[in-house]
Structure formats: C-alpha cells, structure tokens
C-alpha cells in the first residue's frame, strides 16, 4: 500500500536518522505543552513516547508521528486545574476507548468529505500557529513576571543561529543525502556554540524558566503501570466525560487531516479507521502509564516526511529516541541550543504554507477563497479541531445554497389544456422555497401534470414539499398528476401518494434521506 522509493537499506537507515531529529524536536514541545496543560514536564514526554510508539507499530499512517499537541493541551488545563492530574488519567483513559469505537464504527471514512478549501485553510493556519509558537522563544520572564523581547545582543546572536540552521537544512541536501539536513543543523549548530561558548538559550535553560527550579531536569525513568487513582462512581464519569469527548473529537480530527496531508504529500493513502484504533489504544495506555494522551502532530510528522521518514521505523525511533534521552541522555539533550530548534521549525513553517494559494485570488469562486480564509483566521484565534468544524459547515451551506439554485422548471401547454411541468435539479431542504414558487395554482388550469424526471429528491424536506404542493393544488380544485417518482418517494408521501402516476419501465431507482427507511 505505500510505496518507498528507496532500497531496504536506505529506508532504514533514513527511518532511524529522522526518527532522532524528531526525538529532538519533541522534547522541548512536550515540555511546553505540558506545562499548558498544567502537569509535570515527565507526563508530557511519556505521552509524546507512549503516542509515538503505540501510533507506529498499529496505526494506520506510516510515517505520521504522535505525541502530546496544544491543541488537546488547551482542553485539559481546566479538568487539571479543578480536579487534579489523577482525573486527567482517567480521562485519557476514556477518550482512547472513544477514539476506538470511532475506528470499529468506521467513522474515519468521513474525513474525506473535508473539502479542499478546509484543507486548504487548515494547512495554512496551521503553519502560521507555528510560526506564532516559536515567538516566545525570543522572550524571557522579566523579575516582575512580565515577557520581554531578548537583549539586543542575544536576540543578534539567536537570530544568527537560526539562519545557519536553516541555510543548513536548505544546502545540505544539495551536497549529500547521508544525513538529514534538519539533524545535521542540529548537531552542528549545538557543537558550534559549545566550542565557541556562545551564550544563547538552550533546552534546559526553557525548562528551567517553565518550571521556575534552577535544578529542573528532563531525566527520568520508564513509565509504571497504575490505575488512575479516582472513585470508580457515577460521579466521576460525568466529570470525566465531557472532557473526553471534546478530548476525541480534537484529536481525531487532527490525526485525520494530518493523515491527508501526508497521503497528498507522500502520494500514498493512509487507513483513517486504523488510524482512530491506534490513536485510541496510546491514548488508553498513557492514562494507565501516566502519560497526558496526545494525537498526530502535524509539525513533527513534517519534520519526520522531509528528513526522509516514510516507514513505520521512524516513528518507532522517534519514540524509543525519547525514551532514551529521558533515562540516559538528558543532559547531551539539554545543550541543545533553542535556536537549532527554531530553524528546523521555521523550514517547517515554509514547507507547510500552501504559497500556491496566495495566486487564487480570483481564479476561484468567492466562496471557496472565503471558506480557507475562514479557517486560517479560525486556527489562528481558537483550535484546529473548531476550524475544522466551521469550515466543514461553512462549506456545506455554501453547497446547499449552490445547489438550491439549480432546481428549475420549464412548462408547456398540451392540446388538451393541460399544463405540464418539467422540473430540473435536487430537492431537498435547500431548494424547498425555490420549487414553491415555481408553480401557481391559483392560475394554472384545471389539469396539471408536474414531471419529476430530471429531478431527484433527496430528503424529507422535498418530500414534505411534495405533499404541501399537492395539498395547494386540491384546494384550488384543481387535477394534479405526479410522474416519475421513485418507488421510495411514493412510500413516503402521504397527502399526494395516490397522485403519483406509476410506470415501473421509466420511474426512476434512487434512495431518499429518511429515517423511516432506515
């Protein structure tokens, strides 16, 4: 199912290599985004390890990596906050459940009906929320608690490490493709500021400034297995609940798009349902292991795509790269210089932009153009999971409203008297008003035939607006014949069931929208 264009070997090797660029880029955002949601640095990088290793060996997108996000960060502060991390815990462990039935139930199929526009916007807010997060980078808490911009010097001397990093990353495959260009910037840069004994930023020093501890450290050891440490009651689950419901919402919508961004990348497709199981088992695990639950970030996985990742061994290394750096190697990883950090992000951030769509700018309809504008401006001011969902709505109103337009009908006299009608176009809830109006049987003559054989209609609505036109027609004492309905359409009538004129060799075959028929 998914193609790699490189030899065994080599796959490997790009797998393992990319995989530890990633390790190194995850550190300092599960850091950062543990400290959103309001726990301990060490729940937030065994949920980037246990996400990242349970998505690779059983999801349903190689090469994609998960971990702890902001985005679903944001939905967990308040139940920390108010009832502690225990109740977090047993949260995740809920919203993975969740997360599973989703992909059993086959709801992973529905990301496909995202339209191009919402992708077009997510990407392109997305980027943008990136860019924006490596803002505060370039700030320091100030004595009275305030954020100010770096001295003029450091900020000369950070800003200079971040353009080496990225003229690395950009030059470097030019020359060779042994390594990935983002961690030889990495490497690179941290031996450069270590001989020349530059003071800038590094990882560690971020850690210290979240936590407030000068002695503050990423060291640790493995996960334990404990049961969440609340009341198994009533009680609990409708506190719990709610936040795991929004939790399986964000998250799953933002694994689907990230795995559709990677598939239009990769020119291979991901399987959305295995997708959701996956998801759902790590989230369920990190509540047993004390991890704060996570999705697919799309930062990473764009770390892990351009440094050469394709296969499941990336994200697998990536993982056990994290792990490692928690029980061994923390203290190589805290020297880490902030700016080598920024610069890989910063490619990221240009990678990800669609600039291509900077030129549709009347090449496309209006509506479309509103929609991904809407919800860049939507991911930027709340969360991608709430853009989504606008866009999503946007962009079906927009669809209803187009398509209600199309609903017409011509009319001719026959010898007879009669006045037939010929309609064109879907009715449904849309273009209710606009079939309404199409007819007059105040002044329509005695008999009138309406053809519904280029028409189709699509749901209760058109059916219910079927019946009240007939019922306009029966009380202006008029005789009105109804002409090639679907054999569902005459089920479901019931003012104007015995109206219809039925020819079994040219009635229509379709399905109408209707619970009654479910």
Not at 140 to 147: E, Q, R
Not at 190 to 198: H, K, N
Not at 349 to 361: D, I, K, N, P, Q
Request: with cysteine.
């Amino acid at each position: 199912m998914f193609n790699l264009t490189c030899p065994g070997k080599q796959c490997v090797k790009n797998d393992v290599l990319s995989g530890l660029t990633v390790a190194l880029a995850l550190v300092p955002e599960a850091v950062a985004f543990a400290f959103v949601a309001g726990v301990e640095p060490l729940v937030g990088l065994y949920g980037a390890f246990m996400m990242g290793l349970i998505t690779a060996l059983i999801g349903g997108r190689p090469g994609m990596i998960s971990g702890a996000t902001g985005a679903m960060a944001v939905v967990m502060v308040a139940l920390v906050a108010t009832h502690g991390v225990q109740y977090l815990f047993a949260a995740v462990v809920l919203t993975g459940v969740i997360q599973i039935l989703a992909g059993v139930f086959h709801l992973g199929k529905f990301i496909r009906l995202v339209p191009h526009p919402v992708m077009l916007g997510f990407v392109n807010g997305l980027a943008i929320v990136i860019f924006l997060a490596q803002m505060k980078q370039f700030q320091f808490t100030a004595a009275d608690g305030s954020l100010q911009w770096l001295p003029s010097d450091q900020m000369a001397l950070m800003l200079g490490l971040i353009a080496l990093t990225m003229a690395i990353i950009h030059f470097l495959p030019k020359l060779t493709s042994a390594i990935p260009a983002s961690l030889a910037a990495i490497v690179t840069v941290t031996l450069i500021v270590i001989g020349l004994d530059l003071d800038t930023r590094s990882v560690v020093d971020v850690l210290r400034d979240m936590t407030g501890d000068a002695n503050a450290t990423i060291a640790g050891g493995l996960p334990s297995f404990s049961i969440p440490a609340v009341p198994l009651t009533w009680e609990t689950l409708e506190i719990i609940l709610p936040y795991s419901i929004i939790l399986a919402g964000v998250g799953l919508i933002e694994s689907l798009l990230t795995l559709t961004l990677i598939d239009e990348i990769t020119e291979t497709r991901g399987r959305g349902n295995k997708e959701c199981v996956g998801q759902g088992v790590a989230n369920s695990v990190n509540g047993f292991f004390g991890g704060m639950g996570g999705c697919a970030m799309i930062g990473q996985s764009m770390i892990n795509i351009n440094s050469g990742g394709r296969g499941r061994l990336s994200g697998l290394s990536a993982a056990l790269f994290l792990l490692l750096f928690i029980l061994v190697a923390s203290s190589l990883i805290e020297m880490i210089p902030v700016a080598a950090l920024v610069g890989v992000m910063f490619i990221v951030v240009l990678g990800t932009f669609e600039w291509a769509s900077l030129r549709l700018f009347g090449k496309v309809p209006k509506a479309d153009l509103f929609v991904a504008i809407l919800v860049t401006a939507v991911t930027v001011a709340s969360d991608l999971a709430v853009a989504v969902v606008v866009g999503v709505i946007v962009s079906a109103l927009v669809f209803a409203w187009e398509h209600a337009k199309q609903m017409q009908a011509t009319s001719d006299l026959l010898e007879n008297g009669s006045k037939v009608y010929h309609l064109k176009g879907p009715l449904f809830f849309g273009s209710v008003s606009h079939f309404q109006a199409i007819f007059d049987p105040k002044n329509d003559p005695q008999d009138v035939i309406i053809d519904f054989a280029g028409a189709r209609v699509v749901d209760h609505s058109g059916i219910e607006a079927i019946d009240s036109l007939a019922e306009r027609y029966q009380r202006a004492g008029k005789q009105v014949h109804l002409r090639h309905l679907s054999e569902e359409c005459r089920e479901l009538l019931t003012q104007a069931g015995d109206l219809v004129e039925v020819n079994m060799m040219e009635d229509p075959k379709y399905h109408v929208a209707d619970d009654r028929l479910a």
